[in-house]
């Protein structure tokens, strides 16, 4: 592409790298930080390089962080007591907008996938295990996905946790708030029939 | 959002801005950043730095470039002779896809448009006009959008070139290639209709 410069084809190719966007975005949207004020742009890359420098796994939960424990570790209004296991922060922060819960969490960063050769290992597993005790933890809720690797990771660490004497949960499968019945498939339809509750 | 730190916060407020990104893509965009290795997001924050200081406009047609002129005006293939003017950057960068258009461009930066309080001396009108003798334009395509703006500014340039004696073009309109008849919108296929030609 001999029609634009090397900078923006460079800054172009970096948008480029972020996960569902495409070639076009990609140009749109290094073409935007350019037509902001240069002030704009600067900080934009000032934001980048602090977050790199300052961001860091929390101590006890391995939530992102820019200081030893992230805030809701820190924070004396959560119950320490009960856990939930998510997948990534992105999960963390859709549980916490709910405003319902009021427990402390635990970042897995991934999830057990055989295929991928990711094993335990390879995310926070043993760090939510030295909490069990530290932090007299009573219930762990499971909060991982619903994918094969979701469901194999909270089977796995379930059976790990178990033996310690803990109670663990899952979140409840059924049908969202607000669908219609015909339009839900039929596995989210077996798993509500499956999870009845009495009225 | 107390639970997410500083750094994380405002490197999200920064995707944010971007047209077309909402709250959690803007996340999901920070997220993937803070998960690459280190230097990749530092060089992501370089490449920002490194286009905001180097790309500038052309000194003749106004396409973004980090030297004093653009490789398609310095290039001696192509045709200075003929300008085809465009509204922005994105505009040029998908007809040099084509590898059809040999002249040169004109980058409007924006189009005329009273509602928006932009006129001819907001976008690069001036600049455009500069060029007409000095390099000899005998042929302006507009290829402004078909937008009432695209549509104003082109008209508005036609009449200040014409006195001048140059050509002036705009680029066809018409059906779509591969796209069936019933389903062209009935603005499209009069203009297809208008400028149909003798085969």
Tied chains: 1, 2.
Excluded: W
């Excluded at 602090?50 to 119950?79: F, G, H, M, W, Y």
């Excluded at 089977?155 to 178990?162: D, P």
């Excluded at 059924?174 to 077996?190: F, I, K």
């Amino acid at each position: 592409m001999e029609y634009s410069a090397v900078p923006l084809q460079r800054l172009i190719e970096h948008f480029r790298r972020i996960p569902g966007v495409g070639a076009k975005t990609a140009q749109r949207m290094a073409l935007f930080v350019l037509s902001e004020p240069k002030e704009e742009a600067k900080d934009f890359a000032d934001a980048i390089n602090e977050a790199v420098d300052k961001i860091r796994r929390c101590r006890v939960c391995c939530n992102l962080t820019d200081s030893d424990e992230c805030p809701i570790c820190k924070s004396p209004q959560r119950r320490r007591e009960t856990v939930c296991v998510v997948e990534n922060v992105e999960s963390l922060m859709a549980m916490e907008k709910t405003n319902e819960y009021k427990g402390t969490y635990h970042v897995l960063h991934g999830v057990i996938s055989p295929l991928d050769e990711i094993g335990p290992d390879d995310i926070t597993v043993k760090e939510l295990l030295a909490r069990i005790s530290a932090d007299g933890v009573s219930e762990v809720i499971m909060a991982t996905g619903s994918s094969v690797e979701g469901e194999l990771t909270a089977m796995y660490i379930s059976k790990l946790l178990k033996p310690l004497g803990v109670k663990v949960t899952r979140l409840a499968y059924g049908l969202p708030v607000g669908s219609d019945l015909q339009y839900a498939d039929s596995v989210t339809l077996t798993r509500a029939l499956q999870g009845r509750q009495e009225l």
